[in-house]
C-alpha cells in the first residue's frame, strides 16, 4: 500500500523559518521526481516546486512566489522529501501537499498535507 | 507562464446528469492536460491524465478529450460522490499551472 505522510507545519511568524516533512513507502522513492503543492485557505491549487532524481543530479524547479526563499531536498534512503522555507510571509500560509510524479509527468500518489500558517 | 481558465467556476447539478467542464490555456499545450477531483479536506485525486487516459480505479464515467487550448472534462451520469471541486493542470513547461477550479454541487 502507497503512503505518503507529511509532517512539520505549524504556526511561525512573519520572517520565520520551517522544514516541512514527507515520508514515502510502498513505492519506490528513488526512481521518481517528487512535487509541493499547496493550497491556502479557500483557494485553489499551487505548485510549488519539484526536485528531481539521481539521474538527474536532484534538479529543482520553484514557482516564482517562492523561487529564493524555498529550497525542497530528498534524502533517497529515507523515502523522504523536505521543504526548508525561508522569510516566510503571511501568503505562504497553506496546506502543503507532497505528491509524486508518476512516469508520465502526473501527480499520482498525494499526501494529506500539512498546514503551515505564517502569523504574529 | 501559461494560465489555465476553467468554466463554470462553479455548477449545480442533479444526481444522474451529464456535465461538462472546459479548461482553457493561454498557449497550446499539446495534449500535456490532467483532471484533479478534490473533496473538502482530502488531498486531490489524479483522474484523468495526458487529456484522456483515464487513471486506473477511475470510474469510466469520467471522461476527458481536447488538443492544443480547449479540453473538457465530462462526467456521463453524475453521482453522489462526484460533488467535488475539479481542476485541470499543465505539464508542458514550468511553472506547472492549475486551473482555478470548479465547483460542482448538488442542485
Known amino acids: 500500500e502507497v503512503q505518503v505522510v507529511e509532517s512539520g507545519g505549524h504556526l511561525v511568524q512573519p520572517g520565520g523559518s520551517l522544514r516541512i516533512s514527507c515520508a514515502a513507502s510502498?513505492?519506490?522513492?528513488?526512481?521518481?521526481?517528487m512535487d509541493w503543492v499547496r493550497q491556502a485557505p479557500g483557494k485553489g491549487l499551487e505548485w510549488v516546486g519539484r526536485i528531481g532524481k539521481r539521474s538527474s543530479s536532484f534538479a529543482t524547479q520553484y514557482a516564482a512566489s517562492v523561487k529564493g526563499r524555498f529550497t525542497i531536498l530528498r534524502d533517497d534512503s529515507k523515502n523522504s522529501l523536505y521543504l526548508q522555507m525561508n522569510s516566510l510571509n503571511t501568503e505562504d500560509t497553506a496546506v502543503y501537499f507532497c505528491?509524486?510524479?508518476?512516469?508520465?509527468?502526473?501527480?499520482?500518489?498525494w499526501g494529506q498535507g500539512t498546514p503551515v500558517t505564517v502569523s504574529s | 507562464d501559461i494560465q489555465l481558465t476553467q468554466s463554470p467556476s462553479f455548477l449545480s447539478a442533479s444526481v444522474g446528469d451529464r456535465v461538462t467542464i472546459t479548461c482553457r490555456a493561454s498557449q497550446g499545450i499539446n495534449n500535456y492536460l490532467a483532471w484533479y477531483q478534490q473533496k473538502p479536506g482530502e488531498a486531490p485525486k489524479l483522474l484523468i491524465y495526458?487529456?484522456?487516459i483515464l487513471q486506473s480505479g477511475v470510474p469510466s464515467r469520467f471522461s476527458g478529450s481536447g488538443s492544443g487550448t480547449e479540453f473538457t472534462l465530462t462526467i456521463s451520469s453524475l453521482q453522489p460522490e462526484d460533488f467535488a471541486t475539479y481542476y485541470c493542470r499543465q505539464r508542458i513547461s514550468y511553472p506547472i499551472t492549475f486551473g482555478q477550479g470548479t465547483r460542482l454541487e448538488i442542485k
Open positions: 495526458t487529456a484522456s
Open positions: 510502498g513505492i519506490t522513492f528513488s526512481d521518481h521526481y
Open positions: 505528491t509524486r510524479v508518476s512516469n508520465y509527468w502526473d501527480n499520482d500518489y
